[in-house]
Structure formats: structure tokens, C-alpha cells
T-cell receptor, first 118, second 113 residues
């Protein structure tokens, strides 16, 4: 079974540019999550998709961030325009169930995309 | 509010036990987790504990939960160089869905000969 795949693994862009991160969840996982770790701090929840619908986007920092999951398969997270404080590691995760307990519906994380805004 | 605190760094000698500590503020959490992140890799779920348990053991890993003090610890017995990684403590709540996790900043474990 292929795991959660994220692309690119690294991205270096200048302030004001646009970057799009992609996440391919495990096949059959309806639930997809984006998390972010900024500057060695805690990992923070950004948003949760159930299929193509945004279930919870309470963690999105501002309207420069746009997440989509057309067709309920892969997801993209676009940052436009990027600012210095957006630098960090963006993790995607998927699970079969959303409200299941970890013993039957754990989160599977990708390796993350390291974003550097200069 | 939701807040998870961890010490940032721990150094141990190979073969010794490691103890990584975590404190949290919200006592309504249902599950508490330990994730491991090796260099260049994603987050790997190491173990978790249900909030009505005090202890959970899984091979070299022992998780202790003190709900009164809101303190969670992870003990790694016979620490090996392959255990060098960042360890994240996390909690979840039924109201948020169990996969909306609140993480700490991570503890970097360095194992030296």
C-alpha cells in the first residue's frame, strides 16, 4: 500500500511569489488533513477535508492560503502571495475515518514539504 | 485553552533509558499520543494512551499518564542510535474529531555512544 505522498519535498521561493503544495492521500481515505510546523514550533492543524468538502478549516492562518480537493482525491494547498512567516514544514495526513479512535482509524502522515520563503 | 508543552532537547547514552516529558492544559482530551519524526521523514505514530489509563507498555516503550497533573511521559528502555529523532506529544478531543490533533513543539532526542 502506498503511503501519503507530498510534492515537492522542498520549495524555496521569494516573498510575494505563489507556491502550490500537493498531497496524495492513501487510496480510499476519505479524510485528508493539512498541518504545519513553523520555525521548530508546535505542529498546528490547518484544515480537514472529507472527500471534496472542507469539514473544518479553523486552522487556516489567513486568506492567502487556499486548499482544494477537487474530486475528493489529491489535495493542493496554495499560498499566494507568500510571506516570510509562511516558512515551515507542511504535513499532509489521511485517514479512513474522521472520528474513529486511533486503534481503528489512525492518521497516516506524509514526509512533508519544507517551504522556505526568502 | 489547548496547549502542549515539551522540553526541546534530550541527550542520552546508548543503552540507557530515555524519558521524554509532556504537559498539557486541557483535561478533556480523550487520547494522548507520541509521534516520532526521523530526519527527512513524516510523523510516525509510536503509541497512544486512552485518557482513563495510567500506563501502557509496548516492548521498549512505556507511557505514563498522570491526569491529575496533566503530565504524560514516554520512556524508551535500552535506547539505541536508531531512536534518535524528534518526539512529539499530542492530544485529541472528541469534539474536534479524533484526528484533529494538538501537538507540542517536539523533543529532539540525541543518542550518543
Amino acid at each position: 500500500e502506498a503511503g501519503v505522498t507530498q510534492f515537492p519535498s522542498h520549495s524555496v521561493i521569494e516573498k510575494g511569489q505563489t507556491v502550490t503544495l500537493r498531497c496524495d492521500p492513501i487510496s480510499g481515505h476519505d479524510n485528508l488533513y493539512w498541518y504545519r510546523r513553523v520555525m521548530g514550533k508546535e505542529i498546528k492543524f490547518l484544515l480537514h477535508f472529507v472527500k471534496e468538502s472542507k469539514q473544518d478549516e479553523s486552522g487556516m492562518p489567513n486568506n492567502r492560503f487556499l486548499a482544494e480537493r477537487t474530486g475528493g482525491t489529491y489535495s493542493t494547498l496554495k499560498v499566494q502571495p507568500a510571506e516570510l512567516e509562511d516558512s515551515g514544514v507542511y504535513f499532509c495526513a489521511s485517514s479512513q475515518g474522521a472520528t474513529g479512535a486511533p486503534y481503528n482509524s489512525p492518521l497516516h502522515f506524509g514526509n512533508g514539504t519544507r517551504l522556505t520563503v526568502t | 485553552g489547548e496547549d502542549v508543552e515539551q522540553s526541546l532537547f534530550l541527550s542520552v547514552r546508548e543503552g540507557d533509558s530515555s524519558v521524554i516529558n509532556c504537559t498539557y492544559t486541557d483535561s478533556s482530551s480523550t487520547y494522548l499520543y507520541w509521534y516520532k519524526q526521523e530526519p527527512g521523514a513524516g510523523l510516525q505514530l509510536l503509541t497512544y494512551i486512552f485518557s482513563n489509563m495510567d500506563m501502557k507498555q509496548d516492548q521498549r516503550l512505556t507511557v505514563l499518564l498522570n491526569k491529575k497533573d496533566k503530565h504524560l511521559s514516554l520512556r524508551i528502555a535500552d535506547t539505541q542510535t536508531g531512536d534518535s529523532a524528534i518526539y512529539f506529544c499530542a492530544e485529541s478531543f472528541p469534539s474536534g474529531g479524533y484526528n484533529k490533533l494538538i501537538f507540542g513543539a517536539g523533543t529532539r532526542l540525541a543518542v550518543h555512544p
